[in-house]
C-alpha cells in the first residue's frame, strides 16, 4: 500500500484552498472562532461547535451574496416553483 496516500502534508498558510478562492473576506476569523467557542456552554459538544461555525460561514456567505446583489425575491421565486400564497 502507498503511504504517501495517507500522509497529511504541513500546514501551509498561503497555500491555495481546496475549495477554491473564499467570497468572503474575514480577516479577524481566528478571534472571531474564539469568541464564537467562548461563548459556547461549558457541557458543548464537536457538534455543537460545529454547527456554529456553519452557522456564522452560512450567514456570512448569504451577506456576500446580498452585497453583491445574487438575491431573488421570495414572490419570485414562490412564482417561479408554482407555489401560490
Same mark, same amino acid.
Given at each position: 500500500m502507498n ?10 498558510p498561503t497555500? @491555495? ?6 467570497? *468572503?473576506?474575514?480577516?479577524p476569523t481566528? &478571534?472571531?472562532?474564539? +469568541?464564537?467557542?467562548? #461563548?459556547? @456552554? ?6 455543537? *461547535? ?5 452557522? &456564522?460561514?452560512?450567514? +456570512?456567505?448569504?451577506? #456576500? ?8 425575491? *421570495? ?9 401560490? +400564497?
Amino acid at each position: 500500500m502507498n503511504k504517501e496516500l495517507f500522509e497529511r502534508p504541513a500546514y501551509n498558510p498561503t497555500a @491555495p484552498s481546496l475549495r477554491g478562492p473564499s467570497t *468572503v473576506s474575514t480577516p479577524p476569523t481566528k &478571534r472571531e472562532a474564539h +469568541e464564537l467557542i467562548d #461563548a459556547l @456552554p461549558d457541557s458543548a459538544t464537536w457538534e455543537d *461547535v460545529a454547527y456554529e461555525v456553519e452557522l &456564522r460561514a452560512s450567514v +456570512e456567505r448569504g451577506r #456576500a451574496d446580498s452585497d453583491a446583489g445574487r438575491i431573488v425575491a *421570495v414572490e419570485d421565486l414562490m412564482k417561479e416553483l408554482g407555489i401560490e +400564497e
